[in-house]
């Protein structure tokens, strides 16, 4: 079993559904859950990071943590055109050794269509 | 806040010569640095990490004799692909963090060597 599963999709919405985007994971170390958003040939750009279990929104976005069920998702409200692109996430331990380095997804390529 | 440049975005080089790329925490004194490689369709693959004076921690299978990276300040971080093969062709993306194991990612590198 890999630490971190996610679906690759693709996954193609019309304009103005909702999105939900979501990993599983292994590893009970994990204690920061993050998503990025990544465009073709550019860097991964962090979208949201959440610290343990609990909700966060900002905008459009809201993403989720369910620590007792290793499970991580990423809802977009009235998504647009331009959040077609490949969604990571991707988990660190945040202290100890090797703490910082990340444990990514494969990645799941949102399509929106006009 | 939070903002990662690399430079350059894409270089061209014939083989045997060497490529330095270039990673900046522009608002922030990082911590620790990482250098990541991306073949197309797939995810992002750790190639070391490196702490502001310190030698970098290379992963299992990377070259560091190939794959040079100099961390000189808390807000700089070079990477040198030495000796570039056609091989070594691939996109190369920096990030930093300043703590929690969230990392800010640059833009990245794309190398071709012909």
């Known amino acids: 079993q890999k630490e971190v599963e996610q679906d690759p999709g693709p996954l193609s919405v019309p304009e103005g559904a909702i999105v939900s985007l979501n990993c599983t994971y292994s590893?009970?170390?994990?204690?920061?859950f993050m998503w990025y958003r990544q465009y073709s040939r550019k860097g991964p750009e962090l979208l949201m990071y959440?610290?343990?279990?609990g909700n966060k929104e900002d905008g459009r976005f809201t993403a989720q943590v369910d620590k007792s069920s290793k499970y991580i998702s990423l809802f977009i409200r009235d998504s647009q055109p331009s959040d077609s692109a490949t969604y990571l996430c991707?988990?660190?331990?945040?202290?100890?050794?090797?703490?910082?380095?990340?444990?990514f997804g494969k990645g799941t390529k949102l399509s929106v269509i006009p | 806040g939070a903002v990662v440049s690399q430079h350059p975005s894409w270089v061209i080089c014939k083989s045997g010569t060497s490529v330095k790329i270039e990673c900046r925490s522009l608002?922030?004194?990082?911590?620790?640095m990482f250098w990541y490689r991306q073949f197309p369709k797939q995810s992002l693959m750790l190639m070391a990490t490196?702490?502001?004076?310190?030698?970098?921690?290379?992963e299992q299978g990377v070259e560091k004799d190939k794959f040079l990276i100099n961390h000189a300040s808390l807000t700089l971080s070079t990477l040198t692909v030495t000796s570039a093969h056609p091989e070594d062709s691939s996109f190369y993306i920096c990030?930093?963090?300043?703590?929690?194991?969230?990392?800010?990612f640059g833009a990245g590198t794309r190398l071709s060597v012909l």
């Open positions: 990030s930093a963090t300043r703590g929690r194991g969230i990392q800010y």
């Open positions: 590893n009970s170390a994990f204690q920061y």
């Open positions: 959440t610290y343990s279990s």
């Open positions: 991707a988990m660190s331990a945040g202290s100890g050794a090797g703490s910082y380095q990340l444990t």
């Open positions: 608002d922030f004194q990082a911590t620790t």
């Open positions: 490196s702490n502001e004076g310190s030698k970098a921690t290379y």
